[in-house]
């Protein structure tokens, strides 16, 4: 289990940092143009995969009042992508310092946005982490594409287990 999700978490570095080299390219007017999608805009929808990304972290290392990064962040784009980048990178350094499958095995308590409690053990929330941001990332291709961006680079696991 712990090899996999290791693998999952070296996979969401690399995709994510993919999408965030082509969109630093990309002027403001474009980061915050308006398509119909989950978010508005690529801005928001970045900052949405950055923000759970960082959500679940703090949950699994037992923040006691974990923050949504999207409610509080005044950077630039710039900035909030490389602290998205350096936040995926600590997910891999979360697992990869598991001693053992036991220990992603462990159940933990954690609260919703609703202050509602919920339980799940380190292994399903990390599942989820990638599951989630994999989602935003299709999203994200599918705004830049609708933007007439034909170079997006492809983010597929398969492209990462061929690199």
């Given at each position: 289990?712990?090899?996999?999700?290791?693998?999952?978490?070296?996979?969401?570095?690399?995709?994510?940092?993919?999408?965030?080299?082509?969109?630093?390219?990309?002027?403001?007017?474009?980061?915050?143009?308006?398509?119909?999608?989950?978010?508005?805009?690529?801005?928001?929808?970045?900052?949405?995969?950055?923000?759970?990304?960082?959500?679940?972290?703090?949950?699994?290392?037992?923040?006691?009042?974990?923050?949504?990064?999207?409610?509080?962040?005044?950077g630039t784009f710039e900035e909030?992508?490389?602290?998205?980048?350096?936040?995926?990178?600590?997910?891999?350094?979360?697992?990869?310092?598991?001693?053992?499958?036991?220990?992603?095995?462990?159940?933990?308590?954690?609260?919703?946005?609703?202050?509602?409690?919920?339980?799940?053990?380190?292994?399903?929330?990390?599942?989820?982490?990638?599951?989630?941001?994999?989602?935003?990332?299709?999203?994200?291709?599918?705004?830049?594409?609708?933007?007439?961006?034909?170079?997006?680079?492809?983010?597929?696991?398969?492209?990462?287990?061929?690199?």
């Amino acid at each position: 289990m712990k090899e996999l999700l290791l693998q999952m978490a070296k996979y969401n570095l690399w995709a994510n940092k993919r999408l965030i080299d082509v969109m630093l390219k990309l002027e403001d007017e474009k980061l915050d143009k308006e398509i119909i999608s989950s978010f508005p805009s690529l801005r928001d929808t970045t900052y949405h995969i950055w923000g759970a990304e960082f959500l679940w972290l703090q949950r699994l290392q037992l923040t006691e009042q974990p923050v949504y990064m999207p409610y509080v962040f005044k950077g630039t784009f710039e900035e909030a992508c490389t602290d998205w980048q350096q936040v995926s990178q600590v997910l891999i350094d979360f697992i990869d310092r598991q001693y053992d499958d036991k220990a992603l095995e462990h159940v933990f308590q954690y609260y919703n946005s609703e202050k509602k409690s919920f339980k799940n053990s380190v292994c399903e929330a990390l599942q989820h982490v990638f599951n989630h941001s994999t989602y935003h990332r299709g999203q994200l291709v599918t705004m830049l594409r609708q933007m007439g961006l034909e170079k997006i680079p492809e983010t597929d696991f398969t492209a990462f287990l061929r690199k």
